[in-house]
């Protein structure tokens, strides 16, 4: 079992910045993908962007250049680094994490609001 909890969001002006985090804890040694979701109201859950065990990234289009993803030396904290944000950044943030077998688990979110 893999427990996540997901923290940094808040309301933030558009053009700001916003750092989030995921704590990943259980047994975090089979992670294989951890990735930031985000939904917005009315809107199906996306992908925001992905890190891999060996520390490769992948974005969606609609971030790209403004997002970056990265992990603390114990692979068991990713972060998202949101630059000029836009509010159409505005949502649900959630961590998903993939485990080596397969297994997905997902954090509760945390609200991401990006005022113009």
């Known amino acids: 079992q893999v427990q996540l909890v997901e923290s940094g969001g808040g309301l933030v002006q558009a053009g700001g910045s916003l750092r989030l985090s995921c704590a990943a804890s259980?047994?975090?040694?089979?992670?294989?993908?951890m990735s930031w979701y985000r939904q917005a109201l009315g809107t199906q859950r996306e992908l925001v962007g992905s890190?891999?065990?060996?520390?490769?990234?992948n974005y969606a289009d609609a971030v790209r250049g403004r997002a970056t993803l990265s992990r603390d030396n114990t692979k068991t904290t990713m972060y998202l680094q949101m630059n000029s944000l836009k509010p159409e950044d505005t949502g649900v943030y959630y961590c998903?994490?993939?485990?080596?077998?397969?297994?997905?688990?997902w954090g509760q979110g945390t609200q991401v609001t990006v005022s113009s």
């Open positions: 998903r994490l993939m485990t080596l077998a397969g297994a997905i688990y």
């Open positions: 890190i891999n065990s060996g520390g490769f990234t």
């Open positions: 259980g047994r975090t040694g089979e992670v294989n993908y």
